[in-house]
């Protein structure tokens, strides 16, 4: 009899919900953007906040259009080499992919009112952004020990008495659940008579992980519990398109005023295939779990933004911005396939298992949220040194923890009522950025840059799927913080322009290709704690990028 493990006493205490789709992970993902933008405003880290003149800055500080006493019109490309590399227990597996990209493009339009009044210039400005790419592979494998997915399928299912008729119609239980016990990953241990022991077909008590004979209970679920191997596998495409347009105002050549209206469109997809083999005595049993699902919709915002000179000609500028949050209508949509060879104790004998949610209900699984993301801030200073040296420096803060999910079909209420709120996943995410430029000759320049932006999540974070939820990818990562390192270099004739710059990004993270909870009582009060497996999946990210910017300046 295969060795089983019971979550009655370790299950998920969420609220009841509308079927929900999406976690804090998927609206990460949403909410982090890359350092993008021309050539120049790369190669100086994106610190431009303050100095403006730049199309780049209609997205980070609207007054940076104000600079401008002339028309531009540019495009930009890019080549990106993306590098991925995990290390399970020592066994390591990379993924390098190179492709191209198209970056941006844009235009400034200034309009002179005049040196008698206050106001000198009336700008607007378009700029089409890259603000996210999505592409990553990644992949991992090695042996877990004593753990398993089937552990959270069971615990997702933990409650259910009965699953009726046909739970695929059942908007109060969770896919994941349902695949598990539809492929006899997991078992319902509610017998005609609670509270008695569990036996094998054999007649032998069973015994959970910590010793203790386990017993019957209506709602209590049992998963795979046996040493195996697991391989994971995925591919994640897509980007977010960003479309500013901007005012801004020039008053006295002193105050630059501005205000940006952006649109977003999120295109994202996510394809996972993981499977766990078991070995001993259970050679040759296992199963195969493939998620494929896609985000889609779109956003708006609005960014104001002012730079300002302190003193008369003064080469010291300041600049100022906010970001309202981004409004989101998304759609989600999944669905999954489940593939299993497992030991059905009712026939006695290894039996396949083959389900697909498609066939199930005749198409993807899909479900509407919003996604309100949170303010963001922004202060910066930008210094020229005769006609030689520009640097500026940059400071933004954005409270993760704060940003909303809402339901469309429940009077949009917050979605996030259960207990592990976002506020408890996700940071206060402080950014810095630092870039200087000098002017070897008036027509050629030189660039570098830094970025660095802290960590999204905390470190015991996880994938809390509500017991309803559609989702069946568990899989999750912890990142940690990211840095940029920019140079670049520029021409600059009487009308046309040409900058190329060069960003190599890196960040780390810790990988789990699903959660195990744990459980401790301190004071009274019972706490959810993540457990680690044998060991935590160790993966860096890297990206190199090439870009080159073309404009004319008239």
């Known amino acids: 009899m295969k060795k089983i493990i019971t979550l009655a006493t370790v299950g998920l205490l969420m609220a009841a919900a509308p079927a929900d789709a999406q976690t804090v992970y998927d609206a990460a993902k949403i909410m982090n953007t890359d350092l993008n933008g021309t050539a120049r405003f790369v190669g100086m880290g994106g610190a431009m ?97 004593k753990h398993s997915q089937t552990f959270q399928m069971a615990e997702q299912a933990t409650g259910i008495i009965g699953w009726g008729g046909y739970p695929y119609n059942d908007a109060n239980i969770g896919w994941l659940s349902i695949l598990g016990y539809d492929s006899w990953l997991i078992s319902d241990l509610t017998t005609n008579v609670t509270n008695t022991p569990y036996k094998d077909k054999d007649g032998n008590q069973i015994y959970n992980v910590n010793g ?10 049992i998963g795979m519990y046996d040493y195996g191997d697991a391989t994971f596998r995925s591919e994640e495409r897509g980007g977010i398109d960003q479309y500013d347009f901007n005012i801004s105002f020039n008053i006295n050549d002193r105050v630059y005023l501005g205000m940006t209206i952006g649109a977003y469109e999120v295109d994202y997809s996510k394809y996972t295939v993981y499977s766990e083999r ?87 699984m899909v479900r509407e949220f919003r996604l309100r993301t949170p303010w963001k801030y922004n202060v910066s200073l930008g210094y020229t040194i005769g006609n030689s040296w520009a640097l500026g420096a940059e400071y ?22 259960y207990e592990n709120s976002t506020r408890a996943m996700m940071k206060g995410v402080n950014t810095v950025r630092l870039g200087a430029e000098y002017k070897v000759i008036p027509e050629f320049a030189i660039r570098a840059g ?39 270099i520029g021409y600059r004739g009487s009308m046309f322009y040409a900058d190329l710059a060069y960003k190599f990004s890196s960040y780390k993270e810790n990988f789990y290709p699903f959660v195990e909870m744990g459980r401790e009582v301190e004071n009274g009060v019972e706490y959810r704690y993540l457990s680690d497996l044998p060991s935590v999946t160790k993966v860096k990210n890297t990206r190199s990028q090439v870009l080159l910017t073309l404009g004319m300046r008239f």
């Open 278 to 364: 078991y070995t001993g005595d259970y050679s040759g049993e296992g199963y195969t779990l493939t998620s494929m699902n896609k985000i889609h919709g779109s956003g708006f915002d609005f960014k104001f933004g002012a730079i300002i000179r302190p003193f008369e000609y003064s080469p010291l500028r300041i600049g100022l911005a906010v970001h309202t949050p981004t409004f989101y209508s998304l759609d989600y949509k999944t669905s999954a396939y489940v593939l299993s060879d497992i030991y059905n104790e009712v026939s006695g004998k290894i039996e396949p298992y083959d389900i697909y949610t498609s066939d199930m209900i005749n198409g993807d």
């Open 396 to 417: 933004e803060y954005q409270d993760y923890s704060s940003m909303k999910f809402k339901n469309p079909d429940d009077g949009y209420s917050d979605m996030f009522e």
């Open 450 to 488: 830094y970025n660095y932006t802290s960590a999204i999540f905390h470190g015991d974070a996880y994938k809390d799927l509500p017991e309803n939820s559609i989702q069946t990818d568990t899989d999750f990562a912890n990142t940690k913080a990211m840095s940029n390192y920019t140079l670049g």
């Open 49 to 145: 906040g303050a100095l403006g003149g730049d199309i780049s800055t209609i997205g980070i500080n609207p007054a940076g259009i104000g600079i401008y006493r002339s028309n531009d019109v540019m495009v930009s490309f890019g080549l990106s080499s993306y590098g991925t590399e995990s290390n399970y227990m020592g066994n390591k597996m990379n993924s390098d992919k190179l492709r191209g990209d198209f970056n941006n493009a844009g235009f400034a339009l200034s309009t002179k009112i005049g040196n008698a009044t206050a106001l000198r210039y009336v700008n607007f400005g378009f700029n089409y952004n890259r603000a996210k790419s999505f592409y990553k592979n990644m992949s991992m494998n090695g042996n877990l020990g």
């Open 212 to 221: 203790k004979p386990l017993y019957t209970t209506p709602g209590s679920y």
